[in-house]
């Protein structure tokens, strides 16, 4: 049972599962094992026991993503982020991203058709840091919904280009409606870097 899924070509730098077993095993050895025939881009880092309730989804207290924005064409990462050549606000989209912890229901950023219970989400950071050419978008949050990330990049870029302020960012969010939320930016660009438990941490 892996602890949540994400869009087809996000990449995660943290990601765990839970099995059960009822024998002992050299977990070591399991770990060499896995790591000869699993993809080249697939690696198992560690095992390690945990209680007999633990579960990976619905356990997790905190996890964080990181969005990567290159403002000057680079071959070698293409894949590994989003190449946007327009010059962006990044202090207006600070300001922006900050009105999210003020909120908890992020309807506006879900997909439209998702069979979530609530849109509610705790938010506990979000912003943006400039390092040279590559810009980063960090949100930790208790859940996020599907496209929730790209979602908030998305329309956090259009109060960057001065297209929306962010008293019209705010707005968005009170809307609840997805339509008047901006563009989902590509997937290449996202990062699961972090997911936080009691019990492993």
Not at 45 to 50: E, M, N
Not at 166 to 172: T, Y
Request: charged content about 25%.
């Amino acid at each position: 049972m892996g602890a949540g899924r994400t869009d087809t070509g996000v990449h995660a730098k943290e990601m765990y599962a839970h099995f059960d077993f009822d024998t002992p095993f050299d977990i070591p050895n399991l770990v060499h094992k896995l790591n000869s025939f699993l993809p080249k881009d697939i690696v198992i880092y560690a095992i390690f026991p945990v209680h007999d309730e633990a579960h990976t989804r619905f356990d997790a207290k905190k996890r964080t993503y990181e969005y990567h924005i290159n403002t000057h064409k680079d071959p070698f990462s293409q894949e590994l982020s989003w190449y946007f050549h327009h010059k962006l606000d990044v202090d207006l989209m600070n300001t922006a991203a900050r009105l999210l912890l003020d909120h908890t229901n992020f309807q506006s950023f879900s997909k439209v058709n998702t069979d979530v219970n609530t849109f509610n989400c705790k938010i506990m950071e979000a912003h943006w840091v400039q390092n040279n050419d590559r810009l980063i978008f960090t949100i930790s949050a208790d859940r996020f919904l599907r496209n929730m990330v790209r979602a908030i990049v998305g329309t956090l870029v259009n109060v960057g280009l001065h297209k929306i302020s962010p008293k019209e960012f705010n707005a968005i969010i009170e809307s609840k409606d997805r339509n008047k939320a901006g563009f989902s930016v590509p997937a290449h660009g996202l990062y699961l870097t972090e997911i936080v438990y009691d019990f492993c941490r």
